[in-house]
């Protein structure tokens, strides 16, 4: 484990009786950056996250956490925010912000002004001293997005952070990640909306049937998956089959146009170049030419689509 | 350590904030003082009641109703003595007025001695040495008055037709007058028939106590006290014996000291003796009441917080034993809060109401302050309440909703009713065979032992149910701790019986 690394898994299993909830999973996360944490529904996200922070004990394996081999003795260099989120219905919202964050380690002064700081910042500085019950869902979820950064932490776990949020909130989240981000943070946040994960991550880190699928960067990712190519235009479009590095030409059925279109899925390493000389010496007046990079979407069916499936059917 | 401070400081404040502690901690002691306080509002509400009594033989009557007067007299100078002691200065009066002394002191003579002087004579003496803004006396209001036959009845006819002429007075559907105004009803028909001879029953002879009040007691049992001393008075003057004599020897005061083997053997017993008694039966209700106010809050708390998952921010932050432990000691300063509350509360009101309930007051708090009594009821509530609370903590750490809880309440309540079921046997027999195994077993244990100790039971059971109690909490403390680790983060159906004994016995 390196200066730099605040997290490392290795080997790390976790069963409940018969059933294997994470299999031998083995992963590193370096200082700084946000790290995606993908996975479909019952991947087995959460009870990594929940071991990471040392709420339950791996079955088998180790984590260290900040140099740590338990996570609740640094927990006040960590800050998370599980996926389902509940606070203290009769407290308010500053109180429960400072509550979490003294918890966290912080004195009771300090915690109270990071507080009050904090939801002036994030524009409820009028709701402060409002008791939870009377926040509105949105409100409640940022005061506890808040409760979880308060204390200042330099590794931030976020569990599913979008998930309710409105449009509006979710960019102001994703404005406060990049900002944490900035600041110098290492941030790890498990989703499974890909957008949200294309957008910050720098690093992602794909899980399925409780297994690791991929680890590496967005564009790492992308090459896991052939290159497509949508055409549309008039003239004899079976040309394009008989082209080295095409692998195969499929009818576009998302076209509109009366004319052919059709989807070419290229080899790895072919030259999109190569298709647009065969239109210009094939006579093929082009009316549509898109050199298509597989989504992020795309890469999560393509790899974790059969355990979402399963997770679905179980 | 800072861990479980906060959430225990955190758990006391929330508390605090909720609506439903306080409506607890106020009600109680407001249903005590009201069912202490109804009867007697009620009786006072009603005012004096009229009764009607006719004597056939004439003989009695009169008797009758001199002892009754002497009986209000004496109730008129117990209040005196109750107004005097608070209102009047220790001056000449008390000097002058002898018979004005506590309540258990006042014999027939001083009441005789009372009644001599009047009441107005007396209220004379008092004036000058009266505190400033003291109140005027009230006299007592007499509780019942004796009232003629309404015209029409003939008092010398068939006890059975009096009865039947005056039903309709009796039932309330005509009402009677006295010096007091009017009544909706009558309240008793006496009659003693021309036939009576003391000592012989026979049919149609016996004294007749005509109420529509089943459950009167008051009146009928003074009737027959005054009426028993006043044949026996017959009897003796029949047998020739002197007046004087017989109104010598049924005035008797007798003396009575009683004397308690348990507590110090040569003493007579005192008012603190008497307390010692009924101290721990009120103490080991007021656990009771406590400890299932705060376990209730502990398991509304609990489950709040796994079914909202605030839990696992808690988690986060702190073990699950930091967070159990944190819990038990903020809810349990809430229910010393509730303890100190209601003690003060008693007090207060023993002190605002007169004279003698304060004196019941002082000796109350001699009592709880030098006696061990005070401190073997603290360990026995801490114990209580830790084994309450560690039990609806396991059931709000596998129950999803209070909907779920209750299937695991009922089983625990029926459990916990135990004792107070049995406390009557226990208190009246306390070193018998229920009370002494009942001690052994650590759920009773707290409430068994604290009706027990007025007894002075055997010390090797003290010390020895004691030790299991002791043992018994802390392993139900580590086993609880297992269960609450294991279902914290638990969602979904609650577990099922075998799956909690797995998370209670220890690994293989």
Redesign the interface.
Known sequence: MSDRCVLDLSCVTKTYGDFTAVRDLSFSVNAGGITGFLGPNGAGKTTTL?MI????APSSGEIRVLGAPN??KV?GR?G?L?E????????TAAQSIA??A???GMNGASAKKSALNLLERFGLKGFAHARIEALSKGMAQKV?IL??IAHGPELIILDEPFSGLDPVNQQVLEDLIREMANEGRTLIFSTHVMQHAERLCDRLILIAAGEKRFDGTLGEARHLLPRRVRIAGRGDLSLFSKIPGVVSVTPDSDDGHDHGAIVITLAEGADPQALLRAAFEGNVALERFEVREPSLHEVFVALAGDAAREAVVR | MR?IW??AR?EFL?VM??RGFWISVLVAPMIGAIASLVPQWIESAQGARYYILIDQTGRYGASIEAERERGYQRELLEALSDYARRYVGRGGAFMELDFLKPIADIKDEDVAAFQARGLEAVIKILAPDLKEGAPAFQAPERRFIRIDAPPGIDPGGDPRVIGSALSPHLMGNQAVSGPAGSRPSLYALIIIPKGFVPGVAALGNSIQIWSTSVAETGLSSELRRIMRTLAQREAYLAQGIDPALVAKVQTLAIGYDSYNPASSGDAARSLTDQLIQFVPMMLSIVLWIITFIVGGILLTNTI??R????I????????AEELMIGKLLGVGATGFLILAFWIGAGLAALFAFNGEAAMFGRELLKLLFSSYLIFAFLLYFLASYLIVTAVYLTIGSIANTIQDSQGYLVPVSVVMMMPVIMAFIIQSDPNGTVARVMSWVPFFTPFVMMLRLPANPPAFEVAGTGIVLFLFVVGLLFLVGRIFRANL?RSGQPPAWRELLRHVLPRS
Not at chain 1, 53 to 56: A, S
Not at chain 1, 84 to 91: D, H, P, Q, V, W
């Open positions: 929940r922070l040392g709420m339950i996570a609740l927990r960590i998370y599980p389902e989120r509940g606070l203290y219905r009769k407290m509550y979490l003294q918890l966290k506890q409760a979880a | 861990n906060l959430i955190h929330l904030r909720t709040e917080e079914s909202n998952k605030l696992e921010v808690l988690l986060s932050s702190v073990t983060l």
